[in-house]
C-alpha cells in the first residue's frame, strides 16, 4: 500500500484547501479511507471516513466545514476544507488498513 497527500499549504482564517491521496498498490474501491491529523504537540485525530461505496462519517470539529470523496477510478481520495480556523493547522494523512503516507502540511494563519 502506498499513500501520497498533496494540496496542503498556508492560507488564511475562513480560506479554503483541497487536499489529495494518491493510492496504489491495492484495490482502492474495495477499501475505507480516513483522513487524520497531527497537531504540534498533540496526538493523532481522526478527521474524516468514506467507505468503500461512498458512505462517510465527519469528526464533529470540521463536520459542516470538510467534505470527503473519492475517485475510485483514480484511485484519488481527497479532502474539501472550507472556512478553515487556526486550530485546522496540523499535518494532514490519508491512511488505511494501519498504512498513511507522509503527510501534507496545513497552517492556518493571518
Known amino acids: 500500500i502506498q499513500l501520497v497527500e498533496s494540496g496542503g499549504g498556508l492560507v488564511q482564517p475562513g480560506g479554503s484547501l483541497r487536499l489529495s491521496c494518491a493510492a496504489s498498490?491495492?484495490?482502492?474501491?474495495?477499501?475505507?479511507m480516513n483522513w487524520v491529523r497531527q497537531a504540534p504537540g498533540k496526538g493523532r485525530e481522526w478527521v474524516s471516513y468514506?467507505?468503500?461505496?461512498?458512505?462517510?462519517n465527519y469528526a464533529s470539529s470540521v463536520k459542516g466545514r470538510f467534505t470527503i470523496s473519492r475517485d475510485n477510478a483514480k484511485n484519488n481520495l481527497y479532502l474539501q476544507m472550507n472556512d478553515l480556523k487556526p486550530e485546522d493547522t496540523a499535518v494532514y494523512y490519508c491512511?488505511?488498513?494501519?498504512?498513511r503516507g507522509q503527510g501534507t502540511q496545513v497552517t492556518v494563519s493571518s
Open positions: 498498490g491495492f484495490t482502492f474501491s474495495t477499501y475505507d
Open positions: 491512511e488505511t488498513a494501519g498504512t
Open positions: 468514506i467507505s468503500g461505496g461512498s458512505r462517510t
